[in-house]
DNA sequence: GTGGTCTAGACCACA
DNA sequence: GTGGTCTAGACCACC
């Protein structure tokens, strides 16, 4: 299962944009490795239902991110760099970005019961950070 | 009581944070309005039993950020712009702040119960977004 | 030669003012690239021959203002975003930066040779902006 | 010559903007003082051949700025705080605008040269910070 | 009196 | 070793 995508077409987030969050996800959750090959843009085009552009554009940000390298004639595949984050990084991370969210929640003058529709909202429609009992791992 | 600042002193988060938080709560609250005066670094640095310049770094940040502004040799206060947000401007903004976390989250792999775990601890050890209506400290 | 910082004593602007401004040319001037490590704030402070709380103070500004990325215990690095401008973003951007100083100037009351002669001023003392080609320091 | 306003209809900052820029210019030299009466809407809408819905678009961001104060069926008059900006008020907030520029065009690797050709067009095409020889006060 | 900057030296957590 | 925070006390410019 090397890469399973999906879109939510009513949202309003746009599709390349759902893509390009999944396949970050997969990549650093390592369900993607660095040099991995990833399903053609035609491909996930088919898969998807979408048009090629939609993909390509997601690609192409991905690309112009770091995340992907693209070989003309060859395809894309998944870039070297982002050496796994080490379990440190990503509470680091975590918590910096959560100091920002609540920081934004504060300045806003919202509650904690607002932040977590507001989150529960978006994930919702999203479709992103949904538990999926794909795997026991991740429960935390 | 037009500013009531307090610190824990045991808490992980810096003082000179827990102090631009409060004031920011304040200012969103509505507790300090545009154009008021703050209480004088020296005032809240005795107030508090802290060092001037972990106020001044305080006020020095939050001035950078637009929130207040300082007349050297007056004093420093409530900055103008932002009378107070329309109810769209301030879910357009959680909004925005939440789609940043989650996608933060995403890409380091976190989990939905991650991020929520994140998000309780961080609220516990900073007071911030803590609904308490067992005593009458806040009054919002 | 990574980054070549230097202070003017005798300047009214403020020791931190002048390395922030540095590190930030440096970046945008593209000698400083994303995720280039930084010296570390006590080689930075020796060699300028200043406090190390000073040049703390600057970089955490530009920590804060999202220019550089702090990794407690590994060191300060040059921040992800803004590969570079393109031209159109870059020219966009100064017309913005111009319509704020002029609407400023108007609303103060200053006539177009006062606005020239305080942006001389700034930049004479500041050592910003300064075009010499008597040396080889700029290289840009 | 209590107010005199013009227009530069060809360009690309809306005519209620120029409107509103000239007024605060002319409350801040001092032209207009607090209390003194502004002429009509339509008198100006006449004068500057505007819609009148422009000059009360302009009007109505001045009273809601606080610049001017509208008492119905009387007129639109000058606002009574604004205390005369001293001469080291004018010129800090002069500094503090042309430090925000500076630093913006350094941050987007704009030479000196740009800066000035960037104010410049926008001083042209806006009809702002004109030296006119109206009087010989203004020149620096 | 006000804020702003700088120094010196301490301690912490992290790696 | 790294950055981050805090303290104590100094000096400045401004009002």
Redesign the interface.
């Known amino acids: 299962m090397p890469l399973r995508l999906k879109t939510t077409p009513g949202s309003s987030v746009p599709i390349y944009r759902q893509i390009v969050?999944q396949i970050?996800?997969a990549i650093?959750?390592?369900e993607l490795a660095s040099g991995d090959a990833l399903p053609s843009v035609r491909a996930v085009a088919e898969d998807l239902v979408v048009n090629a552009n939609t993909v390509a554009k997601a690609y192409g940000e991905l690309v112009?991110a770091g995340d992907l390298v693209s070989e003309p004639g060859r395809g894309v595949f998944v870039a070297e760099r982002k050496p796994q984050?080490t379990a440190s990084?990503?509470k680091?991370?975590?918590?910096a970005?959560?100091?920002?969210?609540?920081?934004?929640?504060?300045?806003?003058?919202?509650?904690?019961?607002?932040?977590?529709a507001?989150?529960d909202a978006?994930?919702e429609h999203?479709g992103?950070?949904?538990?999926e009992d794909e795997d026991g791992l991740?429960?935390?």
């Open positions: 969050e970050r996800a650093s959750r390592g112009r984050l990084e990503r680091r991370k975590l918590r970005a959560v100091e920002r969210v609540v920081a934004e929640a504060v300045s806003v003058g919202a509650s904690r019961a607002e932040l977590d507001a989150i978006h994930c999203t992103l950070l949904v538990e991740r429960t935390a």
